[in-house]
């Protein structure tokens, strides 16, 4: 049964950080793509940071500079740090994994509160 399960989200001062992470369990082998996506109030949710196996990691432009992606294929984990974070980064966040063997999955989500 495969399962993804993310931690880390939380009320966070505008400029602060904060540590987002990720683990998939179910297969013997890392899932091809893992990947960070959020949802903010009232919107689609986006792409925010992926990786896979074979490449390195990708960032939309929101978030270059100031998020970084520290993937471990072993664990089969993936984890976000956010720095400087603005109220624009208020979202829920779900982590996602897409590869041939797990299928396509999505964590429960966890929510980022950037707020003075």
């Known amino acids: 049964q495969v399962q993804v399960v993310e931690s880390g989200g939380g009320l966070v001062h505008p400029g602060g950080s904060l540590t987002l992470s990720c683990a998939a369990s179910g297969r013997r082998s890392a899932p091809f793509l893992m990947a960070w996506y959020r949802q903010p109030p009232g919107k689609a949710r986006e792409l925010v940071a992926a990786q896979t196996t074979v490449g390195g990691p990708n960032y939309a432009d929101s978030v270059k500079g100031r998020f970084t992606i520290s993937r471990d294929t072993a664990k089969m984990t993936i984890d976000l740090q956010m720095n400087n974070l603005k109220s624009e980064d208020t979202a829920m966040y779900y982590c996602?994994?897409?590869?041939?063997?797990?299928?396509?999955?999505w964590g429960q989500g966890t929510q980022v509160t950037v707020s003075a």
């Open positions: 996602h994994i897409n590869d041939p063997f797990w299928g396509v999955s």
